[in-house]
């Protein structure tokens, strides 16, 4: 089972990096390189040093960003999944967060605190921190009233339904909502440097676009979906260990 979802990975890459190749070649546009000619501009980007001096700039509002999200969001989300009158109170906020379009908010957040580190940091967090706040609410609220039943009828107090009972069931779902979250986060951090200022991946892009180079420019691209990719993979990892056997749902299913 296990060769039979990796083969079919690498045949779901085959299909799409094919179609990709073909398209270069047939070409849908003089500005879409084909991908060999793309994975050859993210080699000499890589071998040149390029790549990793990039990376080190877009790395510090992501990291820095994703951190605060994820301490304040499963922190909101305790709190609102737990109370229904900060529930009513918080929840649209966040909600209105999330839907929000960012670019327009975007200039308000450079007219406030300028072009630097920490309107990158902002951006990252509106992205990150509304999905990681909703999906951990959504958890507590549902965490199955007969286990918080059962802590009261063994004279468990407030405190421990909470730390040994409710955030143990709702761990999984939390957890999924990061990873939510920091795949958002990653984009937020790309979109900061494309709006922003142009540091980092976003400034290969940038420059990339600006002279013609469009094989540098899609290899950009496609290591920040490669990075994304390994991040992820390496967070559903980590979930499924800690949650082993019980990887999707609560403790009590």
């Not at 920490?118 to 951990?136: D, E, H, Q, R, Y």
């Not at 986060?185 to 469009?214: Q, W």
């Not at 993979?233 to 056997?245: A, I, P, Q, S």
Request: proline fraction near 5%; hydrophobic fraction near 55%.
């Amino acid at each position: 089972m296990r060769h039979r979802s990796l083969i079919l990975k690498f045949l779901s890459a085959v299909i799409v990096f094919g179609t990709w190749e073909i398209a270069g070649r047939i070409p849908v546009s003089y500005a879409f390189p084909t991908f060999f000619e793309s994975m050859l501009a993210l080699v000499n980007l890589t071998l040149d040093g390029t790549i990793f001096t990039a990376y080190a700039e877009t790395l510090k509002p992501l990291v820095v960003g994703v951190c605060i999200s994820t301490v304040l969001g499963i922190g909101f989300g305790l709190w609102i999944g737990l109370s229904e009158k900060f529930d009513w109170l918080f929840s649209p906020i966040f909600i209105v967060m999330q839907a929000a379009p960012l670019a327009a908010l975007i200039p308000l957040l450079v007219m406030a605190y300028g072009i630097g580190l920490t309107s990158k940091v902002f951006v990252v967090c509106i992205m990150a921190m509304p999905v990681i706040v909703l999906n951990t609410s959504s958890a507590v609220r549902n965490t199955p009233s007969s286990l918080k039943e059962m802590g009261r009828s063994f004279l468990a107090s407030d405190t421990e339904i909470i730390l040994k009972i409710i955030i143990p069931a709702a761990s999984p779902i939390i957890f999924s909502g990061l990873r939510l979250g920091v795949s958002a986060g990653f984009i937020g951090a790309i979109l900061s440097e494309l709006k922003i200022t142009p540091t980092g991946v976003g400034d290969i892009i940038t420059y990339s676009r600006s002279i013609a180079d469009y094989p540098s420019m899609y290899a950009a691209i496609f290591s920040i979906i490669v990075l994304a990719v390994l991040f992820l993979n390496l967070l559903e990892k980590v979930e499924t260990h800690l949650f082993r056997g019980n990887v999707r749902g609560y403790v009590s299913d």
